[in-house]
């Protein structure tokens, strides 16, 4: 099932059967895309139609972040908030489980470097078989060396839109796999950059957290979540 914002379609699953309906895409013959969108992700949306698309296509749209949950709280629908670090590592797990193999693409070399080693500590069985740091200038060389790899998942953490694209291109060309869009979650992984405290969390606060402890993503970040909620509610859906 799905719900509708800003002419866009979101899943509106449980995270449990989000989570079994990305992990049940690796079965599928082609190239599956998840996308994990946040408010910030709408307005882009807006403004580019070429984005819009790659959405619209997307085989799977989760709501990440609290704005879209509450922006379609205020339209009376009720989804479970996805977030986009979370939804990944279970899905992580799940392939550790099943013993599907893992790329990852993105972020600064020692990040990443840093996220896969913790990653393989901490989830038992993981077999991350290729990763990549996000800065380089030509896409087909990594299409290449991921095509070579034919994994199972590809994690793919460009920061938005960058990583929709690239995720987007990757259909024509990779053998069948999952993608998942993960922005900044290798960064936290890394053990770079903290997540804001689990009460932050429960209570739907992380963005305050974040806007608060990072002054550059409060200029930012702040003005957009009251405007979005806003921007939702006046919004004609049939549009
Ligand atoms: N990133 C990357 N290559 C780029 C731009 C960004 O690998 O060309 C990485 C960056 O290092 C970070 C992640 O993408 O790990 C998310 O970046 P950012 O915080 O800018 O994106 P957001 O989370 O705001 O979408």
Not at 39 to 46: D, G, L, N, S, V
Not at 47 to 54: A, L, T, V
Not at 83 to 110: S, T
Request: overall charge positive; some cysteine.
């Amino acid at each position: 099932m799905s719900v509708r914002l800003f002419g866009i379609e979101i899943d509106d699953d449980s995270f449990e059967s989000s989570v079994n309906r990305a992990f049940n895409l690796m079965s599928v013959d082609k190239v599956s895309q998840v996308v994990t969108i946040n408010p910030e992700m709408f307005e882009e949306a807006k403004k580019n139609s070429e984005f819009k698309r790659i959405i619209d296509e997307a085989e799977m749209i989760v709501p990440d972040g609290i704005g879209v949950k509450l922006a379609l709280k205020l339209k009376g629908k009720n989804v479970e908030r996805i977030a986009g670090i979370d939804f990944a590592r279970a899905i992580l797990h799940i392939c550790a489980e099943n013993k599907k193999k893992v790329a990852i693409v993105g972020a600064k070399e020692e990040v990443i470097v840093k996220a896969v080693e913790n990653l393989r500590n901490e989830i038992q069985g993981l077999n991350i078989a290729y990763y990549h740091n996000g800065y380089f200038n030509d896409n087909n060389l990594i299409y290449d060396e991921l095509k070579n790899i034919d994994a199972n998942l590809i994690l793919v953490a460009l920061g938005s839109p960058k990583q929709e694209y690239f995720i987007y291109n990757a259909k024509k060309i990779l053998p069948p796999c999952l993608m998942i869009g993960i922005g900044g979650s290798l960064d936290v992984w890394s053990g770079m950059v903290k997540r804001a405290p689990r009460i932050y969390q429960k209570l739907g606060l992380e963005w305050l957290y974040r806007t608060v402890t990072q002054p550059e993503r409060f200029k930012r970040i702040f003005p957009t979540l009251p405007l979005f909620l806003l921007k939702s509610i006046t919004y004609r859906e049939d549009r």
